[in-house]
């Protein structure tokens, strides 16, 4: 219900005057004001809204307010200067009519947004701030090695524009136009190319590196201007564009399937089956196996999308079911606590094997009751207590495993434009053995850098 700031990108000289914060044409001048990465994101106004409500048993102002509040905050909406006509202390009475207004937050557009730093191998806009009538704007992206002894990327940069390789980007200068922009991705067509760019990274103990603009203005005949004599942009200390580099980059989802490092789509002995009506995925689910590898845990027709392994194949990540069904890996309704938007059709479920473990009379046992004879072997997570106050462990997540969890969960969540909140372990919307999920999400939310 806070009021945010109002963004206001003008000024007044006078109340009858207003200056807009725009790039205004000259004539016979081609003026490169600037060029910048930028991202597209969500534009949003205040839309005023109002509706009546009927008094049904009583009661007070204060409580239809409170009602709406109430409101606003199941439906996750962005509301303020919530008010009601009348706006008194008296008692109401049954039938009483009350005008309800408020603002509330929506969708207007896109906008592309100047940003700082990026991921390499992702997609991002190239924006020119160029003021002319004519003439063609050549735009190169370069790296600033500084304290570097070799590069990271080839030079000039490579990047894709949709399925085409290109070092340079070039935009046709109209007098009607003074903002241009083109999406790339920035990563080079070939996998020899990729590959060498990964080692490079590999090379460095922080993993970016910096990039800048080189910019040249070609078919016209009018006088060019750029800010400085160098004709580069964002290579100066204090407008220096990183791009952070993430193993994760070696994965991709397409067609379903997720592709990559120890990546497999077929395991001998696997029943677990997909089913069509797959809806909008709204949640990614952590389970866990209470077994010692993914063999066992897909001898049955129910299971999740994809299995973490460990053992022999400690990283291996199988993909029981293609994205395009959904399984049966959590229920709809029985034993379910909370969260009950979330179903089996609209969320994909992920199983990290391990196994689970109790303590009694201080020795240690694992969740089907076997005693373990050599438990110093045995590398356990935090403690876990359900309602019932028993406190299970769980094994440690392994240094594979984590990574080919991270770089699962960060393609996911790109796939599906969800955020680290949109993650869930499976007790914590059914009832399961305690840290089942908690356990994999404790370890791997820290992870989670490729965001």
């Given amino acids: ?78 509301a303020k200067n919530l008010a009601t006509d009348p706006d008194h202390a008296n008692p109401l009475n049954p039938n009483d009519q009350i005008k309800i207004t408020w603002e509330e937050r929506e969708e207007d557009g896109v906008e592309l947004v100047k940003i700082s730093k990026i991921h390499y191998a992702k997609k991002v806009y190239v924006v020119a701030k160029c003021n002319g009538q004519s003439g063609k704007l050549t735009v190169e992206i370069n790296e600033n090695k500084l304290a570097h002894p070799e590069a990271v990327f080839d030079i000039p940069v490579k990047f894709l524009i949709g399925e085409d390789e290109k070092t340079k980007i070039e935009f046709k200068i109209s007098r009607d136009k003074t903002e241009y922009s083109q999406e790339i991705t920035l990563k080079p067509k070939s996998d020899e190319d990729h590959k060498k760019i990964a080692a490079n990274f590999d090379k460095r103990t922080e993993k970016n590196a910096h990039l800048f603009f080189k910019a040249d203005v070609t078919e016209t005949q009018d006088e060019i201007k750029f800010p400085d004599a160098t004709k580069e942009f964002l290579n100066q200390e204090t407008t220096r564009f990183q791009v952070s580099y993430c193993g994760c980059a070696e994965y991709a989802i397409a067609n379903g399937f997720l592709s990559g490092p120890s990546v497999i789509t077929t395991k001998a002995g696997s029943l677990v089956s997909g089913h069509n009506g797959i809806q909008d995925v709204i949640a990614i689910i952590l389970h866990r196996t209470a077994g010692s590898s993914t063999a066992g845990a897909v001898a049955h027709t129910k299971g999740t999308h994809f299995y973490v392994d460990k053992g022999a194949n400690d990283g291996e990540i199988f993909q029981a079911v293609s994205l ?32 689970a473990y109790y303590y009694k009379n201080g020795d240690l046992y694992n969740v089907y009751d076997t005693k373990i004879s050599n438990p110093a072997n045995v590398s356990l997570s935090a403690g876990y207590k359900g309602s019932d106050g028993k406190e299970f462990f769980w094994d440690a997540l392994t240094e594979n495993q984590i990574k080919s969890l991270k770089c699962l969960l960060v393609k996911l969540m790109e796939h599906y434009n969800l955020t680290k909140e949109d993650i869930y372990s499976h007790e914590a919307i059914q009832s399961k053995t305690a840290g089942e999920g908690a356990a994999v999400k404790d370890a791997i939310m820290p992870k989670l850098d490729c965001l």
């Avoid at 490169?32 to 009546?52: C, H, L, M, N, P």
């Fill in 324 to 355: 395009d069904k959904y399984t049966n890996h959590i229920m709809n309704s029985t034993a379910r606590t909370n969260n009950m938007e979330i179903q089996t059709e609209n969320s994909v479920g992920i199983e990290v094997v391990g196994m």
């Fill in 1 to 78: 219900m806070a009021d945010d700031p109002e963004n206001n990108q003008s000024y007044s000289a006078n109340p009858n005057q207003k200056v807009y914060d725009t790039p205004h044409q000259i004539d016979h001048l081609v003026d490169v004001v600037d060029i910048y990465f930028a991202e597209e994101r969500k534009k949003f106004k205040w839309v005023q809204k109002e509706e009546t409500y009927t008094v049904k048993k009583g009661g007070k102002i204060v409580d239809v307010k409170n009602i709406y509040i109430k409101k606003f905050a199941d439906e996750k909406k962005n």
